[in-house]
């Protein structure tokens, strides 16, 4: 069933929602001229009427049985936040220039990861456009955004929205949107926009008015379960699919990556994710472009992105955290939280190999046992990242990897996760090095609920406090704070690491053995003493082979070279050439040659006599 607000045209608009307890819904039109208008009862729990004389840009509330007014909750966009009323969108009207566009196939994807409001100074969709020639010379093809679905007031990470057809009033709206993804597909770029569909902030939320779209009988750390599997859950369902075929029809997303799948709770034999696979793939064949679904999930379960015909979701592809962890504990040496699980190159070793690290075996962070054998599942299945939104904010700090490691270390980071077999996932202003924070922040109207958010955040830190004093959420100044400076891709070291990225992902595309997305050529192994991995990686065909010796270490390590053959050297992240202390390997190196890997630093090898690049 079609929801919201539907121009149909001729000053024609079409209004439907769901409401199944309640006895009467009627339809207030604001502007320009104030009516009320019944909506007429359908199966299922829907209201709908049509209204004459009703353009775009009229503003308009629901009245539930004559007494209580509500924004709609398939509004496509709420101007005034979201207590003011919704406004009619005419989704057609926009001129396209698209019609030939067929997306990026998801193997070949560069995803970089966005935050709207931190990623210029004006904060707005508009704003990133012109940004995009730099990303596209980057060899970024994928810009990823965090969630833009109203949220109250005009700064928020967007978890905290509450209108999830709604495009943020502070960015631009949809009309922002729209051109935004328009610019992206003309330079060859997807757009992939991040959606939350386990949870509705605190503020703004109205849902349970118009019907049962909670259940208590699940908990989550946001409070009551969304309904997807109780009584009435049908027209929960329904809202949530509607809501991924609204972003692919009206805005020509190109996927979506659904937020803490773990948070959505269906004992139903028919899952919600498995039915919104479904319909996604049956979107991309009636497109004939791919409309992907990727899940972030805590559960290590390959169901998720398992086929259908095996028993799984069907869903594209999922963040590895896994990956993360196993890199991060190597390039910092952390060990708290989460971190105690990680911290040896075998568990690197096992994320290239498998995907995720904890298949089953006991975690002392959770103390139990955790996660299920994802060995069956292709590489291009797992999203790698060395730093996202989630891995930098959720630090009481907001410290990026580049206050955390050395220089060194971040060649390192960039060449694991643009090397390995994967989709790689840049968090943005990684590439040159950002030293600005990103910071948790918020701008409830509610001052009860800010100061219930300031709290919850000391509680969360409470044993760092030693650490420094947790920035306000709720200050302008950590959001200002968290803002990209984008001009210092031009400026010392983080110009040298911009154009070090640059070649790292030209490479990775050049080379045979490095763009075929597989585990099918992998061979990888580690050593605990001396923290180097190497890894062989070759094509489908067995043409192209490329070697790549890693050194975590904070010291030279002296390396056997485990590979038959002679190989030629590509590129060394501590030549002088990147601002490195400079290379001991030079030329070529053979099968059994001892040679010395400095510290935090890796090397990649092509095998000499083969096909190793493209025309």
């Known amino acids: 069933m079609r929801i919201g607000a539907w121009y149909k045209g001729d000053g024609v608009c ?3 929602v769901w409401a199944p307890l309640l006895k009467g819904v009627e339809v207030r039109i604001i502007s320009p001229s104030e009516r009320l208008v019944p909506m007429n009862r359908l199966k299922g729990g829907y209201w709908t009427v049509e209204v004459e004389d009703c ?8 009245l539930l049985e004559g007494k209580l007014e509500r924004p709609d909750p398939a509004s496509s966009f709420q101007p005034r936040g979201v207590h003011g009323p919704s406004q009619v969108v005419d989704h057609s009207g926009f001129p396209w220039t698209d ?5 990026v196939p998801l193997s070949e994807m560069i995803m970089y990861e966005t935050h ?12 990133i456009i012109p940004r995009l020639p730099e990303l596209r010379e980057l060899g970024i093809n994928a810009l990823e955004l965090m969630p833009v679905a109203q949220s109250p007031g005009e700064r928020n990470w967007g978890y905290d929205g509450v209108y999830p057809f709604s495009v943020q009033d502070s960015y631009g709206g949809p009309e922002g949107l729209r051109r935004l993804v328009d610019a992206c ?7 992939i926009l991040d959606v939350v569909y386990n949870h509705l902030g605190p503020e703004g939320n109205y849902l349970q008015d118009f019907g049962p779209c909670f259940t208590d009988k699940y908990r989550t750390p946001w409070g009551s379960a969304v309904n997807f599997d109780d009584s009435h859950s049908d027209g929960v369902r329904n809202f949530f699919i509607e809501n991924s075929l609204h972003w692919s029809g009206n805005y020509h997303i190109d996927g979506l990556r659904i937020d803490a799948i773990h948070g959505i709770t269906d004992m139903s034999s028919h899952p919600f994710l498995r039915e919104l696979a479904e319909r996604a793939d049956n979107l991309s064949e009636k497109e004939g472009r791919p409309f992907l679904l990727i899940a972030e999930s805590d559960l290590n379960d390959p169901r998720a992105i398992r086929p259908r015909e095996l028993g799984g979701f069907g869903m594209a592809a999922q963040w590895c955290d896994d990956f993360h962890h196993s890199l991060h504990t190597l390039l910092t040496g952390e060990r708290d939280g989460y971190y105690k699980d990680f911290g040896s190159t075998g568990d690197l070793v096992k994320s290239l190999r498998a995907g995720f690290v904890y298949s089953g075996q006991y975690s002392a962070y959770r103390q139990r046992r955790h996660g299920s054998s994802s060995v069956d599942r292709p590489a291009h299945q797992f999203i790698l990242f060395s730093q996202n939104h989630d891995q930098v904010g959720n630090r009481m700090m907001g410290e990026r990897l580049s206050s955390l490691v050395s220089f060194e270390a971040l060649k390192v980071a960039a060449g694991a996760v643009l090397l390995s077999p994967g989709i790689p996932l840049l968090f943005m202003g990684e590439d040159y090095g950002e030293d600005a924070p990103f910071l948790y922040f918020v701008s409830h109207t509610d001052p009860g609920l800010t100061e219930a958010v300031r709290e919850g955040r000391k509680r969360e830190f409470s044993s760092f406090l030693r650490k420094g004093e947790i920035p306000d959420p709720s200050d302008e100044g950590t959001f200002v704070r968290s803002r990209l400076q984008w001009e210092k891709r031009g400026t010392g070291r983080h110009t040298v690491l911009l154009k070090f990225y640059r070649t790292v992902i030209s ?3 050049t080379i045979p053995a490095l763009s075929h997305i597989s585990r099918e050529g992998l061979e990888v192994s580690g050593s605990e003493a001396s923290r180097v991995v190497v890894m062989r990686r070759r094509d489908d065909r067995q043409e192209s082979e490329a070697a790549l010796v890693f050194n975590f270490s904070r010291g030279d390590e002296e390396v056997i070279f485990p590979f038959s053959g002679s190989w030629r050297k590509l590129m060394d992240s501590a030549d002088t050439s990147w601002d490195g202390p400079g290379s001991s390997i030079h030329g070529s190196v053979e099968s059994g040659e001892r040679m010395i890997l400095r510290a935090e630093s890796f090397c990649l090898f092509i095998r000499e006599g083969g096909q190793n690049g493209r025309g």
């Not at 353009?55 to 629901?62: E, I, K, M, S, T």
């Not at 003309?186 to 757009?191: E, H």
Request: aromatic fraction near 18%; glycine fraction near 16%; charged fraction near 20%.
């Open 116 to 127: 709207v409001g931190t990623f210029t100074p004006e904060g707005s969709f508009e704003a």
């Open 185 to 191: 597909h003309s330079r060859g770029m997807a757009v």
């Open 507 to 509: 490479t990775r595309k």
């Open 14 to 16: 079409r209004f439907t």
């Open 55 to 62: 353009y775009p840009g009229a503003l308009y509330l629901y």
């Open 99 to 103: 019609s030939g566009w067929r997306g």
